[in-house]
Nanobody, 119 residues
């Protein structure tokens, strides 16, 4: 499975941005997709995830109500819609996939895409 993240950029606080993660290869093996982020000097943290079988979603408290993860089956793409962005959302964002039926670890990772939110 290969993952290609895109859509990052520089935006002002309060504005929106949509990240995309194109999934290729053995797409049928994917069970979960997630978004993570890593800010300078900080550890990587979980942002959101979606379960392929039922499209159920789960969010980190810091982004709940502002970010939305979704999936386009036809395009094999997962999105992260980010609204009401804050300077604290500045980070490199990574998409990840898991092929496990019960999520324990993400075994595929894409390259990051930089999101910078100015105040």
């Amino acid at each position: 499975v290969q993952l290609q993240a895109s859509g990052g950029g520089l935006v002002q606080a309060g504005h929106s941005l949509r990240l995309s993660c194109a999934v290729s290869g053995r797409t049928s093996s994917v069970r979960f997709m997630g978004w993570f982020r890593q800010a300078p000097g900080k550890e990587r943290e979980f942002v959101a995830r979606i379960k392929y079988s039922d499209h159920s979603t789960y969010y980190a408290d810091l982004v709940k109500g502002r970010f939305t993860i979704s999936r386009d089956n036809a395009k094999n793409t997962v999105y992260l819609q980010m609204n009401s962005l804050k300077p604290d959302d500045t980070a490199v964002y990574y998409c990840a996939a898991s092929s496990q039926p019960v999520l324990r670890v993400y075994n595929y990772w894409g390259q990051g895409t930089q999101v910078t939110v100015s105040s």
